[in-house]
Nanobody, 128 residues
Framework: QVKLVESGGGVVQAGASLRLSCEAS????????MGWFRQAPGKEREFVAA????????YNADSVKGRFTISRDNAKNTVYLQMNSLNHEDTAVYYC?????????????????????WGQGTQVTVSS
């Protein structure tokens, strides 16, 4: 069993930056591919970014390319999402997710069904 706890959300103005963290417990994070998803009110949960367990592969949604960066520190059992140049469309609850099946391709990691474990989410609100 894996427990994921997100932190770092908040209310910021457009153009600001935030760094989200996701700390895992219960299983060694280093063997898990990790992803970030987000869900805005009235919308489906959507893929944001993913990273392989060794960090040799990262994937980003087109909507966040050049602005968001996913990274991980396996020694700290923590995954990060650095978010820069935030805009109103980034407002959502952000979820961390873990998968024991790796991060083989974009087509795979974008699916919510690829992930077995989910955090409770952290709210990010960007005011214009």
């Amino acid at each position: 069993q894996v427990k994921l706890v997100e932190s770092g959300g908040g209310v910021v103005q457009a153009g600001a930056s935030l760094r989200l963290s996701c700390e895992a417990s219960g299983r060694i994070l280093s063997r898990l591919a990790m992803g970030w998803f987000r869900q805005a009110p009235g919308k489906e949960r959507e893929f944001v970014a993913a990273i392989s367990w060794s960090a040799d592969m990262t994937y980003n949604a087109d909507s966040v390319k050049g602005r968001f960066t996913i990274s991980r520190d396996n020694a700290k059992n923590t995954v990060y999402l650095q978010m820069n140049s935030l805009n109103h469309e980034d407002t959502a609850v952000y979820y961390c997710a873990a998968s024991p099946r790796g991060a083989p391709s974009m087509a795979v990691v974008v699916s919510i069904h690829h992930y077995d474990y989910w955090g409770q989410g952290t709210q990010v609100t960007v005011s214009s």
